[in-house]
């Protein structure tokens, strides 16, 4: 079963509701609508380090202060809604709660329940696209938010350009083999990790022009100098920091020399089940368990039997 955060979206997002614009004034009006905030790229919590959202009821002011408001979905009968205020110096002077507090989503996430995760992971996603997609890139002239949030449109009639959110997938994978003494698999260390994680799987953005699986294969041969074969989809995703998708795969190894081929990398090899799981009881080496694809790439071929 996968079981990672930002994977269980709770809303029906609504995508028919979206050009309505008088049923959403009228969800705004109502003051029952729900409000997720995000002030650049953090979101609210209730008080410092307490790792939970704190998802705001009513908010007219804070509607009126958003400088993009966004409808997210439906749960239910209730509306939700993300208002940016990444434009204020100080976030507290929209309609804040009092115990409110804004925190990085990728320090929160391990600790919310995963579909609120997945509503905050929409919500900074989305705030983000239009803080970075004000002018046109065809013509340069402003945009302007349509379809409550999911669309800009260039204001320069005689471009006219429609523009939408932006999902820039990446491949990550766990890559294996086994000569006959017993699996192992390749686990790298990234320069750019988090203090003390120290290996995780192989991951990379997919470039114009090649199939995911090619990706795949690059991306390993160009980090550590293994070439692949049997490359199998396995789960996706969604990693809002900035904006892209997480496409995890298997692939197994018909190399194993390993020489790392860019500055990317600090260290890469290949460990037993036995090493993995020694790695996985401790605290810090791997990612977070269910946070990320790679940590359940890895959980999961740890629980495989050996053939």
Aim: net charge negative.
């Amino acid at each position: 079963m996968i079981d990672f955060v930002f994977t269980n979206m709770i809303l029906d997002r609504a995508h028919h509701l979206r050009t309505d614009q008088a049923w959403i004034a009228e969800q705004i009006a109502a003051g029952q609508a729900r409000t997720v905030t995000v002030w650049r790229d953090k979101v609210l919590i209730r008080n410092a380090g307490s790792g939970e959202a704190l998802i705001v009821e009513g908010a007219s002011t804070l509607h009126d202060e958003a400088s993009e408001l966004v409808f997210l979905g439906m749960d239910g009968d209730t509306a939700y809604f993300a208002a940016d205020i990444s434009h204020l110096e100080e976030p507290f002077s929209a309609a804040i709660p009092g115990d409110g507090d804004f925190e990085d989503l990728r320090a929160l996430a391990p600790s919310l329940e995963h579909g609120i995760a997945s509503m905050l992971a929409h919500a900074r996603a989305l705030g983000y696209w239009h803080r970075t997609h004000q002018f046109c890139g065809v013509c340069g002239s402003p945009t302007e938010s349509r379809k409550a949030g999911h669309e800009r449109k260039c204001t320069n009639e005689t471009c006219g350009k429609t523009h939408f959110p932006r999902t820039d997938p990446a491949v990550i994978m766990l890559v294996t083999h086994d000569d006959g003494s017993g699996p192992r698999a390749l686990l790298a260390q990234n320069k750019r990790f988090p203090s003390g994680i120290r290996f995780s799987t192989v991951a990379g953005f997919v470039e114009p022009g090649e199939t995911l699986e090619q990706a795949v294969a690059r991306e390993v041969k160009e980090e550590t100098g293994v070439d692949v074969t049997d490359v199998v989809y396995q789960a996706s995703q969604p990693w809002p920091f900035p904006a892209s998708i997480m496409l995890g795969f298997r692939a197994r190894a018909l190399t194993t020399e390993i020489t790392i081929q860019d500055d990317e990398l600090t260290d890469a090899r290949w460990f037993t089940r036995d090493e993995v799981a020694e790695l996985a009881a401790r605290d810090g080496v791997l990612p977070p368990s269910k946070f990320s694809i790679s940590r359940w790439l890895i959980d999961t071929w740890l629980d495989e039997t050996a053939a």
